[in-house]
Structure formats: structure tokens, C-alpha cells
DNA sequence: GTGGTCTAGACCACT
DNA sequence: GTGGTCTAGACCACC
């Protein structure tokens, strides 16, 4: 289900916030579905269960799922009204990748390209 | 001239490492243009020449600038060539950011303005 | 296990990098084997943890090495695309010591001779 | 006549040194043929000629050249007894080196094509 | 005066 | 206990 570099200099709680997130976000976990429990994704990954909680509560904290006592972790509906501060780190974040892309050679159709092939694969699934 | 925050959970070095790429990347700091001496950063900023070399160094590395002993440090021409690894890790990052823009519910549209944006910014340059 | 040279003009930490590399081209530290940990290190051969520390960061980004924190120091498997730039470096070095080498009265029989030395024990192990 | 490197983390005084053994052993510069003075080289190159001084001491030291007070700096015949020691040093670098180009990939082959481009060229001189 | 190396020692983040 | 960051302060090499 995941990969997990444990080589990457990103520590594997963030890898595992980053990974959950682009799941939630390519709806391939839907709207209150139930997440993995932490004793099973840790078994599964062979990792420390400490870890997946450490990823599971910053998901919390960004708004991503909620957690119900005794029941287990559930993906959040969006909130459009809650996220106007993480759009616009958002925003600066793609002004500086744009920059540095730029910087690098690439060119403003092959960064569109990759725009209409990231939105391509959001409405396939 | 910068701005730090030494609260941050990301270190200071890389802090630094970013504002100076964008200050390359912006044409602020031109080719060949010297960079403030270790010392006199560290002393501005009130922070320890050690992390100033740090982020000098980790620049190096990454081809933006060179130092030469006993002369100081210097901002390098582009490397189209060195950089083929420094784009793919660019061009992931475009898609995870894009991804995620949309699922906060940026359109295309928006985005391409950003880009539009930054790109006529770097031509006036 | 090594010979540092505390008075040599070359720093301990490139002499550190130079010798670790050696285990690692001659297979004696093998594939995803630990490191000893930076503070061991440091302890065996009376060196400040710093500069041990300095010359794993070297070997990582050498691609050498990948440090995980809270784990440990582990060796890299060989990445051939990567290497391009070093043996760019390495062809050009090899160019140097063999004119160095004629001129010094040593015929290529000997180089050869010793090519092939190395590389006997390159495949014994 | 040289192409000095200031990017280079390489002295400008070691390049300098390591281009003139480069023409000694190519024979461009002739057994007993005069070096060029340390100021007009300073003027030529642009160069400081303390650093130039430097780089002159350095290959005395070597046996690479001789100088005479108030004529100026010569080429040395080789000396095959002295450079017992120096082809010593030759024969470890060759066998770190081979060990790392095969690391990287080189095959034999490659490796003695480089040998004999170097010994052609040699001999052409 | 410039960058580069090294030490000693403190504190943090991750597992 | 692991690697990573940062400070303070010393000394060296290069130009």
C-alpha cells in the first residue's frame, strides 16, 4: 500500500503524513472511510505503532481526519472555510517552485503539462 | 536583508540555503556577484559563522555558488547540464503541491495566473 | 580499524570520507551494513563527534552513505546513473597518474599489471 | 597558455603546480628550457606573485625544476633514483583510483583505452 | 581579511 | 541511543 524510503532524510512520520494526504486527496480514501488502525498499519509496515500515531495526530492537527475514541481514525470532508491559511502557504510555495523550475530550464509549457496531467489523473479516479 | 526565524522547526542553515537560492534565482544576486563575507552575515544576522558556512557550503554543493579561500564567495553561472537531478526532484514537487492546491480547491486556472505571474516577474528582471 | 593522520595538511574528515569509501568499494562494509554510530566513532579514534559527523554527511552526499536519524549510518547499494559527475572526475584523474606515472619510468605493462591486481581482488571478495 | 580555475576549491598555487608537472612530463617544456619569470607569468595570468612564488618553491621541492639566483627557474632532467618514493605514492593513487572506477562501473577495457590515449599522446609530443 | 577545519559542549528530533 | 543543529572560540591556509 505505501512505500516508505527509509534512506530519505525525511523522517518516516512525515513521509507517512505526506503519503496519507495524497490519498485523501486523490479520493482514494473517501469522505468518513475509516483509516487503518495503528496497531495494523504498524504491523503492516513494520514499524514503530509511536510513528504512525506521531503521523496520524499531525494529520489531525492539519484538518485532514478525526479521530473517535474507541472507533479509530476517519478522512475529513473538506473544509473550504478552514483552509485559507494552508492555500496560501500553498501559494508560496508554487511562486518559488515556479521560480526554481524556471531557473532549471523548464519551460512554462512543461509546467502546465504537468499541471493538466496531475488534474488529468484527480478526475480519473 | 533576510529574515530568520530561529524559532522554526526547520534549521536556520536551510533557511538560509532558501532565501539565497531565491535571491539567485531572482537575479538579485547576479553571476559571478560576491556574497557577504561568512563573518560579516553571521554578524548582521546574529548568528554563528559556523551555520553561516553551512548553508554557504550545502549552496555549494548544490552548483548555485562557489567560494574561493581567501577570497570569498561568488555566485555561480548556471549548470543546465549538473541539474538533471535537482529537476526531477522540482517536477515532483510541482505535482504533490498541484495536487493538493486543487484539493483545497484551487482551479487551474489560478494557477496558471500564479505562474503567469512569476514568469512575466523573471523577464522583467 | 583506521590510521588517521592528525598532522597531515589533508583534513581528518577527507582523510575519514577517503577511507571509509575504500571499505566500501572493497566490499568490506557490504550493502545496508551499519556504520559505527558517529559518538563511537568519534570515542575510537579520540576525535570530536563533529568531524565524524562531517565526513558521513560528505559520503551521503557523495551517495556513498544514507543516515536515518534516530538509526544509524547504512551503506548505499551502487546507484550507476547517479555517478556521472565522478567518473567524469575519476576518468580525469586516471588521465593525470598515468602521464605521471610514464613519466616517472613506470612502462604500461605495469600499469596494467596492476589494474589487473585490483581487480583480482575486486572479484575474490 | 594556462587556464587557472578560480571556482576551483583547488589553490590557485597547486593548479599552477600541477599544470607546469603537466607540461614538464608532456615535454612541452624541455630538459633544461627556462620557465617563464614569476612576474611576467604573475602579469600574464593575472595573479598574485607571491602565489606564482609559491607554486615555482613547490616544484623545486618536488624535483621537477631548479632555479639559479638572478637567471630564473629551469626544467630538471629526470632523476630516476630520486622518485623511488614519488612512484610509491603513483602506485597507491592507481590502485585506490582503478578501485574506484570499477566501483563506478569502468570495465578494464575502458581503463586501458584511457592508458594507451594518454601514452599516445605521449609519444606524438 | 577570506574561507576552512576542529574542538567542546549543549540541546533537539526521531525511533 | 541515534543523527542533526547550533554556539563559542581557536587556529590554519590562501591571497
Redesign the interface.
Known amino acids: 500500500m505505501f512505500e516508505l524510503d ?2 530519505s ?1 525525511k ?1 518516516i512520520y512525515e513521509q507517512l503524513v ?1 503519503k496519507l ?2 490519498l ?3 479520493d482514494v480514501l473517501k469522505e468518513d472511510e475509516k483509516l487503518p488502525s495503528v496497531r495494523d498499519l504498524a504491523q503492516q509496515l513494520t514499524i514503530n505503532p509511536n510513528t504512525i500515531q506521531k503521523a496520524y495526530r499531525e494529520l489531525e492537527s492539519q484538518g485532514y481526519i478525526y479521530s473517535v475514541k474507541g472507533k479509530g481514525s476517519f478522512v475529513n470532508p ?1 473544509q ?1 472555510t478552514k ?1 485559507t491559511e ?2 496560501k502557504k ?2 508560496e ?14 519551460t ?1 509549457e512543461e ?2 503539462a ?6 488529468g489523473g ?1 478526475q480519473d479516479d
Open positions: 527509509v534512506r532524510r523522517p505526506e494526504k495524497q485523501i486527496i486523490n473538506v473550504p483552509n494552508e492555500l500553498v501559494r510555495e508554487l511562486k518559488k517552485l515556479f521560480a526554481e523550475a524556471i531557473y532549471l530550464g523548464m512554462s509546467i502546465q504537468l499541471l493538466h496531467e496531475v488534474q484527480e
